[in-house]
């Protein structure tokens, strides 16, 4: 429960409201790292999965210490079967031993004793005899709230507004010092859409995915902040992770990839900084 917490601490010390997303494609994965890898394991799943993450691992040594937050997708993994999830893990404990906040993109979504069990090895503890132990231990997810609203009659009002509605009470119930523990995520390719939903929950953390790659700018997201500065946390994952695949990052080769990633970082924080300072 501390740790929109710690996630706001770690924004104000990194100034820096951005989240790595760490989706990682097996062609997003320089030829050198997917060539020691199959070298080492063949051209199998686990093969694939050691490239994902080599890959993520020199991409987290790069960047760790200007940002607060990464997000691993987990289908991303999943692609992988079992050595994937695996891949997955390692990402999830390693970011952690970083001190990096991390959120599990895995969009659950169910309800009763299944949606319990997805809560529990993601974010709880399982017990096994006298012991327990964190399956995945990321310390945020997303989940997907379909099954809570499936029933709603709507009256002539968009189905995000309830679902918006919905999350500032549930946060209510939970709530850290100035935000509570529950938030949503809101794409930031729908900025009229998050200026409505900024004020329907002035105390939850709104994610943005949707920068950059996907056409968001810094100049598009201020109105998902509140005036404090917080609130909103901005995801980019191709381009970042991908960013040496860039022209502006081409200079940097396929060997330094990382490199381009943290100059990627570099250039995200300030657009956004940059935006919020001048709005």
Not at 176 to 189: K, L
């Amino acid at each position: 429960k501390i740790m929109i917490q710690k996630l706001i601490q770690k924004i104000q010390k990194t100034h820096a409201p951005i989240v790595v997303g760490l989706d990682p494609m097996l062609s997003y994965v320089p030829a050198h790292i997917q060539k020691r890898a199959f070298e080492e394991h063949g051209e199998t799943l686990e093969g694939a999965a050691e490239a994902i993450w080599q890959y993520n691992k020199e991409i987290v040594d790069h960047v760790y210490d200007l940002i607060p937050a990464v997000k691993p997708q987990i289908a991303m993994y999943e692609q992988f079967g079992i050595p994937g999830l695996m891949a997955f893990k390692k990402t999830v404990d390693y970011c952690k031993s970083k001190d990096l906040v991390v959120i599990g993109d895995i969009k659950r979504g169910d309800i009763g004793s299944t949606s319990a069990a997805y809560a529990v090895g993601h974010l709880g503890k399982v017990k096994v005899g006298n012991n327990s132990f964190a399956g995945f231990d990321e310390d945020f997810v997303t989940v997907n709230p379909y099954l809570e609203f499936q029933d709603r009659l709507i009256d002539g009002r968009p189905l995000y507004e309830l679902v918006g509605e919905q999350v500032a009470k549930w946060g209510e119930d939970c709530m850290g010092d100035d935000y509570s523990y529950v938030g949503a995520v809101v794409g930031a390719t729908y900025p009229e859409q998050g200026k409505v939903l900024r004020k329907i929950m002035p105390k939850s953390f709104i994610l943005v995915p949707g920068y950059g790659a996907q056409g968001g700018k810094g100049a598009d997201l201020v109105h998902f902040f509140n005036e404090d500065g917080l609130g909103a946390i901005v995801n980019s994952s191709r381009g970042i992770i991908a960013a040496y695949k860039q022209e502006a990052y081409a200079e940097f080769g396929e060997l330094n990839y990382a490199d381009a990633s943290r100059k990627a970082v570099e250039v995200m924080i300030e657009d956004i900084s940059g935006a919020l300072k001048n709005r």
